[in-house]
C-alpha cells in the first residue's frame, strides 16, 4: 500500500519541465512480492491523458518505507502530474 508520495525537485530548486525530479514514496508492502509503479504525464487536462512509466521499485517488507527514484522529464512538460501504482492496485496522484 502507498501511504503518501512527495515531488521534489533533485537541486532544491522550482519544478519545471526539463529539470530532474525526485519522487519519494512511502510504503507498506503486504508481501515480498509487492512492488510499486512510477508513472508521469504532462499534460493531465488532456481527454487523452497519456502516461509514461519511469520505473518499477521493489520495498523492502518493512512497514512505511520510504522508496525513491529520480527522474529528468522533457523540456516541454510544464505540468508534472505523477502517478505511484502499487500491484495491490492502490492508485494516487498528485498535481
Not at 519545471?16 to 508521469?40: E, L, Q
Request: aromatic letters at 12%.
Amino acid at each position: 500500500m502507498v501511504k503518501w508520495f512527495k515531488v521534489l525537485s533533485v537541486d532544491g530548486g522550482d519544478l519545471r519541465g526539463g529539470r530532474p525530479i525526485r519522487i519519494r514514496a512511502a510504503v507498506v508492502p503486504f508481501s515480498k512480492f509487492d512492488r510499486v509503479d512510477f508513472y508521469i504525464t504532462g499534460d493531465p487536462n488532456s481527454a487523452n491523458v497519456k502516461w509514461q512509466f519511469i520505473t518499477t521499485a521493489t520495498p523492502v517488507e518493512t512497514s512505511g518505507e520510504v522508496i525513491a527514484t529520480n527522474y529528468s522529464p522533457d523540456p516541454y512538460i510544464t505540468a508534472i502530474l505523477v502517478s505511484v501504482l502499487d500491484y495491490a492496485c492502490l492508485s494516487r496522484t498528485l498535481l
